[in-house]
């Protein structure tokens, strides 16, 4: 990779570090929005469900690493005429809006599509509780195909449907697929970050932009915490390298609680998982520097900067704050397969 490709991936890793996504979610209550919420991030306890909030007037808005889901409030001209909702509500805000259902939609929610289509904005459908759907002699491709085309004629055109079960977990990861499929550069890096994953394919799409991010992180330094490394003859901020480990942490959603929960189930993988806690200290940084030989950090730099003749203290630093940070994402993507291998829920 040439220094202008590395300049190209700092330039958008600290942009996504920084842009959040904002997603909007519609729909009748008890559709299963505030579930759809806590499914998205994977944080089940992040919103309150099954607590109808149809008499309020109000945005809620909820927050999870830098991914914002906002239960929008009925559309209704009754209520607020088109353009005082649009207003009220910050619609323009919102890269993604999702209209989730759990039976028939109403009046409201197709003329809110419609408004939306009107502004170039794009609007998937989550036809949420598929499990609850049950016809004798029906198989699963025709009763699916008959609510969406019974959904495509309420709503006077064919639209995009996914199938979901916040209760079975079915169809989560095509919604994350979709949703991503519909973000670009940095919004989608971010979304891949923090999203929960529900395939390895979808994880491993995260240990891309965990270490796209980690590519960055590795470049700051912000002088706070600097400890030399012995037999390499520089310092490493341990700081700012405690701080990236916190963020890819919580890209993986590996809080301590899930680490010591999972630790106890799969005896085989409380190793890694102590390591996950204890490496993202500065004791453990200090430990896991000294894992790492001259050697090894110069063919590290060489494969981002193949021109570099004499390395200079500022890529040696930058060389083992990569190895460092890859190593962290490797651990913590393992931990995650596992855990998804297993269904682990908390
Ligand atoms: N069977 C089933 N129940 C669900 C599903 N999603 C949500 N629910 C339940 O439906 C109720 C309403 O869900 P909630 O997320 O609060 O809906 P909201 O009013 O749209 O925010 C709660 O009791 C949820 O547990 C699902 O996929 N399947
Ligand atoms: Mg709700």
Not at 260 to 267: L, W
Request: charged content about 25%.
């Amino acid at each position: 990779m040439a220094e202008a490709d590395y300049e190209e991936i700092r330039q958008n890793a600290e942009k996504s570090a920084k842009t959040p996504v904002y997603i909007a979610l519609f729909g009748q209550p008890g559709a299963g929005k505030s579930s759809l919420i806590n499914a998205i991030t994977g944080k089940p306890d992040l919103v309150k469900v099954g607590v109808g909030n149809d008499e309020t007037f109000e945005r809620e808005d909820h927050e999870w690493n830098g991914l914002f889901l906002s239960d929008l409030p009925g559309y209704g001209t009754a209520r607020f005429p088109a353009d005082k909702y649009r207003e009220k509500f910050k619609i323009d805000q919102f890269d993604i809006f999702l209209c989730v259902t759990s039976g028939k939609l109403k009046e409201d929610d197709i003329l809110f599509f419609r408004q939306l289509r009107q502004d170039g904005k794009h609007c998937i459908f989550v036809r949420n509780k598929i499990d609850a759907e049950y016809q004798p002699g029906q198989t699963d491709a025709d009763l699916r195909a008959r609510i969406k085309e019974n959904l495509a004629q309420q709503i006077g055109e064919s639209v995009e449907v996914v199938f979901t079960s916040c209760r079975t977990g079915e169809g989560l990861d095509e919604l994350q697929n979709a949703i991503e499929g519909s973000l670009v550069g940095v919004k989608r890096d971010r979304f891949n970050r923090s999203a929960a994953a529900y395939s390895k394919e979808f994880l491993e799409k995260k240990k891309k932009a965990c270490r796209e991010y980690a590519l960055y992180a590795a470049g700051v330094s912000a002088a706070a915490n600097m400890v030399p490394v012995p037999g390499l003859g520089i310092a490493v901020d341990v700081g700012a390298i405690l701080g990236a480990m916190g963020l890819i942490r919580n890209d993986f959603n590996l809080t301590e609680a899930r680490l010591d929960k999972f630790a106890h189930i799969a005896p085989n993988f409380a190793p890694i998982a102590n390591q996950i806690i204890s490496f993202a200290t500065k004791e453990g940084v200090l430990q896991l520097l000294k894992r790492f030989a001259a050697g090894q950090v110069v063919a590290e730099v060489s494969k981002f900067f193949p021109g570099i003749g004499s390395l200079v203290a500022g890529a040696v630093s930058f060389g083992v704050n990569i190895l460092i940070l890859n190593f962290y994402i490797d651990d913590c993507y393992e931990i995650a397969s596992e855990m998804l291998a297993k269904h682990f829920r908390d």
